[in-house]
């Protein structure tokens, strides 16, 4: 077989620099299977989703079937397949959230950007979803964006600050 096609005679979607990556990791797990996490992981880090066509290369690198890496990939919810922003940001509903206007927040968010909940904006700066709950209760309402940035407590206007701040891109983990 080819270093340039899959099992299936489709063309490699994963660069051989990923490949290597998630080859790297089978050494340091008692199986190829307990892999699928990290190599989602690395695959999600390269193109900011995990398309079809890559977790079926996940499997095939792992020796696994792909519904094996569908639910691992489903199951944490962290691995979307279509593209996502430049930054990912989670809007709490809670129920501390949810009783301080956290759905409100959420869709006067999706509001402002012309989305919907789940959805990316047609720029690709920002990608706005919900989360049953980030942890920081004690600032409800709250928003998490994917490179560390927490919000809250919010109110509509720190809902528009937060989004003017995301739409600049993320922030380098040394500014945090």
Known sequence: MSTTSTSLDSPRMLPESVRQKIEAYIPRYPSKRAVTLPALH???????????????EIAE???????????TMS???????APLGDVRVWVCRSISCMLRGGDEL????CKKLNIEAGQTTSDGKLTVEFAECLGICDHAPAALADDGRAY??????GVEKMLEELKKGPVPPESL
Do not use: N, T
């Open 42 to 56: 690395i695959v999600h880090s390269h193109f900011r989703c995990v398309p079809y066509q890559a977790m079926k």
């Open 61 to 71: 690198i792992l020796e696994i079937a792909p519904a094996e890496v569908a639910d």
């Open 75 to 81: 199951f944490y919810g962290f691995f979307p397949q």
């Open 106 to 109: 959420l869709e006067h968010a």
């Open 152 to 157: 809250g407590p919010l109110d509509e206007a």
